[in-house]
Structures are given as C-alpha cells and as structure tokens.
C-alpha cells in the first residue's frame, strides 16, 4: 500500500461522521412549508396532506404510519383538523416520537358557544382551524416549530433559532407588500365555499357574507342555494370563492344566476401553481382576489 493511499485510509478513518438530516412528519403543506424554511438542509419534511386535498379528510393508510415511524418529530394542525392523524400515529408504534400541537399558543376564532352537537354541522368546538392564513398566526406557529426542532437536535439549536429569526424577518417584510396589494381589497365581500377564511379576512380587511355550504361540511340545499343568491344580488357581491377541493357544482349555478365570477382560493401550500411555499401562498390569494375583484 503506498503512503498516499494510507494517509487517505486513515483520514477517512478519523473524519467526523456526516449528521443525518432530523425527520419531520407533518400533517399538511402548510407546516411542513414553515418546517423547512425554519430547518433548511437540517431537515428532511414530509407531509401527510398534499395541498390541493381536504385536509379534513385524510385516509388512514399504513404508509403513512411508515413515514411517522420513521420520524423525530410529528407536528399538528390541532383544533381537530387533523384527528385522522391520531390513529397514523398510534400505529406507527414509534415511542421516541415527539408530537407537536401547533395550535397551543394560537387564539382561536369562532369558537362556538353552548352545546355542541351533530346539527351543527362538522364544527369545531375549540374554534376555528385554519389559523395558518394569518401570517402573524405563522410567526406563533414558527416558533413552537423551532422549539421542537431543537429539542429532537439539540446540537444544531443555534441554527434553528438562526432560522426562526429570518422567518420571522422575511414575514415581516412581505407584509408591507401583502398589504399594499389588500389595500384595493378592503371590505370587500365575498362568499366562500367552507368557513376557511376567518384568520386571512381579519389579516387583510376582508368580509365573508355566506357561505355556500348550509353548515361547515354539509353539503348544499336547494333552499339555502336560494337564500344565498338573493344575498348575493342585494349586496352586490363579485366574487365567490371555491377551495381547489370542493365541487364547483353550485357556485356554478349561482354564478349564472347572480352575475358573480368563481374563483378558486387554495387554503394551503402546493393547492395552485406558484403557490411552492408558505410566503407564496399568500401571494397567490392576494393576487386571485385581486385580479377577480377588477
């Protein structure tokens, strides 16, 4: 063996092993988007949900238990979003897994009051939870995913919380643009398929005067269909708003009858072109609201 190819023996010998990357399993676009623009090339994310899905409604598959068992960390919409995350948890059997509940430091909005019961609808007794669509919610979500990231890798803890300081400086940038383009948006009412848009509207000054849905999750009646047309033509109302998931059956019907333009608004993350990261996605909204508005 010649001293060449002994020293390189030995260098690589004593070289300091190469970390794995930390694996995150969220379950939808939107957070494993915050994830990674927080983590960078420290993190491998996968999410449960693609962004063009209802996230209300995913399938228990043993796949997923797969990904989850072979992840540090699980992170949750929570507010029972995702209760189909529960049992993929469960399953995976996986006792070093951290979860984490990204709603725990967000207020939430509509939380309903009384007694709650199937009539209702599909609601959700502890509020509202797309709280996501408000950037200043994206900050409190970001912050609670830095945390968790250093205590699954406490070695590179400076980096996370390098990363948590450039979210929250890049928020805080792109919402003096967000809220030019919203600017031309203020008041505006709309009507939206789901009960999706409370956080986004409270962000950016718009209102939601109905939905098409009679109650969160059922679908349409002939008699609401009705009502919310005559709503539509005695406000004057342009726009309504379609999740890239829903049927578009209706809003069609009651377009033709009011008037009023369809537009598709993706909730999360990958649900339209262009819109590839958290910051992007509210790009995408602000620009469809407005180019349908005109």
């Known amino acids: 063996m010649n001293k060449l190819?002994?020293?390189?023996?030995?260098?690589a010998a004593t070289a300091a092993p190469v970390s794995a990357k930390v694996n995150v399993v969220t379950s939808t676009s939107d957070l494993a988007s915050i994830t990674a623009l927080i983590g960078g090339d420290l993190v491998e994310v996968t999410s449960l949900a693609a962004g063009n899905v209802d996230p209300h409604f995913v399938e228990v598959l043993p796949s997923y238990m797969i990904k989850v068992k072979k992840a540090k960390l699980y992170l949750r919409v929570g507010l029972d979003l995702d209760r189909w995350s529960l049992p993929i948890i469960d399953g995976s059997r996986n006792n070093s897994l951290l979860v984490v509940d990204c709603s725990r430091h967000i207020a939430p909005l509509n939380a309903p009051t009384g007694k709650v019961d199937a009539s209702m609808g599909?609601?959700?007794?502890q509020g509202n939870p797309h709280y996501w669509l408000d950037p200043d919610n994206g900050v409190v979500v970001a912050a609670d995913?830095?945390?968790?990231?250093?205590?699954?890798?406490p070695g590179n803890a400076a980096d996370y919380r390098a990363g948590l300081d450039r979210f929250k400086s890049e928020t805080e940038k792109r919402k003096i643009a967000w809220r030019e383009k919203a600017s031309s948006l203020s008041h505006m009412q709309i009507v939206t398929f789901h009960d999706t848009w409370?956080?986004?509207?409270?962000?950016?000054?718009?209102d939601v005067a109905g939905f098409v849905e009679p109650l969160p999750g059922i679908e349409p009646t002939p008699s609401h269909t009705a009502g919310l047309i005559e709503l539509i033509k005695a406000k004057d109302i342009r726009l309504i708003g379609v999740?890239?998931?829903?049927?578009?059956?209706?809003?069609e019907a009651i377009a033709r009858a009011t008037g009023a333009k369809i537009i598709v608004l993706p909730p999360s993350v990958?649900?339209?072109?262009?819109?590839?990261?958290?910051?992007?996605?509210?790009?995408?909204?602000?620009?469809?609201?407005?180019?349908?508005a005109r």
């Open 198 to 206: 409370p956080y986004f509207c409270r962000a950016f000054g718009l």
């Open 122 to 125: 599909d609601i959700h007794p």
């Open 5 to 11: 190819l002994a020293a390189m023996i030995v260098l």
């Open 145 to 153: 995913i830095a945390e968790a990231l250093e205590r699954v890798d």
């Open 243 to 251: 999740e890239p998931y829903k049927s578009i059956r209706t809003p």
């Open 270 to 292: 990958g649900g339209a072109p262009g819109a590839d990261d958290y910051f992007a996605l509210f790009d995408v909204l602000l620009d469809t609201l407005r180019e349908g």
